[in-house]
């Protein structure tokens, strides 16, 4: 065989097409799967298959038909009862088939986090109907997060502050929840100061964290995130410790980004992503090792060096579409990119997705700063200066 490793990759957006990239440097096979084509790591790998992966049946004969190594997960849409299955016939899911398994819903993984690890989340209740969802929400109190239980980028999300908002974000939900089971969230709203993307390595040798990644989020979707992001010692310490006790019962190996909220000292749980986070795209320009570059060695087995911070400080920003079309451009790049200097680097990704959406991310403004305030300030212009035009 002419690769070190044969990879499946399930799920081909823009954190699909940078880990593919970084798995094609360490000589890895790569056949990116999604529901589309032309997906964006489609753009980039050895070969691509166009189909809807919570299919089981299509899963499970492209998995026989590629035989690879290792099954990669990149969306949280996939039928991973068919990835128990081929885990348990000996093909590697990584960073494990339970561990996509516990992420898909968020029901899972926060009675496992909640309930079994006991770590502090926000108050919750689940609701299968508007009358449970009301329920629930005296139960949290208002203001109240509700959420699909499957969903991903605030996909149905919705803030409700008074008990009349509730029949609108009950609907807002099951609208865009995604699979078959209307099943929601109520959450209480927790008044944090700041939210962290802690993203945490597990290898054969043991646990590595990334410095702490600082984000803000509108619509429930990033908008732009920064490493290093200030936290005292202490909060910084009881968030590894909750990360590492839910990677390790997870369990296997590869790159988790584990969300917190933080209110003074005290570091709330919030969710985790079994492989590469949105808000770690900061780490394309942050880190000597990206948070792909991360995952691909953490899955392939081969050595991490001690993590170093390129830059004092680097920020990403996001770049939306803000309409349907099929048919759009981009311009400014060279602009964007034209706002670098000594001291302050700048870069973009382009994702290259075929259609646009309003608000759907279609690339990443990318800066290096002393300092994070400036760094956000930059790669928010380099952002703004990419211009998507519709024709
Ligand atoms: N209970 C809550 N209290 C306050 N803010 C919240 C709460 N839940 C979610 N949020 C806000 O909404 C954002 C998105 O929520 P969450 O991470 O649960 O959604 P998601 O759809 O899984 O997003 P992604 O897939 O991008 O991680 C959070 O980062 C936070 O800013
Ligand atoms: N928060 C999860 C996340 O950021 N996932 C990333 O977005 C893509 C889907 O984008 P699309 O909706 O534009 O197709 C996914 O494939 C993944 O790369
Ligand atoms: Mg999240």
Redesign the pocket.
Known sequence: MSFTARILLLGSGELGKEFAISAKRLGAYVIACDSYAGAPAMQVADAAETFPMLDGDRLREAIARHAPDFVVPEVEAIRTEILAEVEAEGTVVVPSARATQMTMNRDSIRELAAGTLGLRT?RYRFAESFEEAAEAAAYTGFPC?V?PVM?????G?STVETREGLHAAWDYAVAGMRGDRVRVIV????R?DY?ITLLTVRTREGILFCPPIGHR?ER???QESWQPTPMSAAALAAAQEMARAVVDDLGGYGLFGV?F?VAGDEVIF??L?PRPH?TGMVTLISQNLSEFDLHARAILGLPIPALRLAHPAAASAVILADREAERFRYEGVADALALGSDGAEVDVRIFAKPVTRPFRRMGVGLATAPDADTARALARQVADRVRIVYE
């Open positions: 926000s997060v959420k969903s991903s980028s605030g996909k999300q959450e209480e709203f927790v944090f939210e989020q429930g979707d990033y969300e909220f919030s969710e992503s949105d």
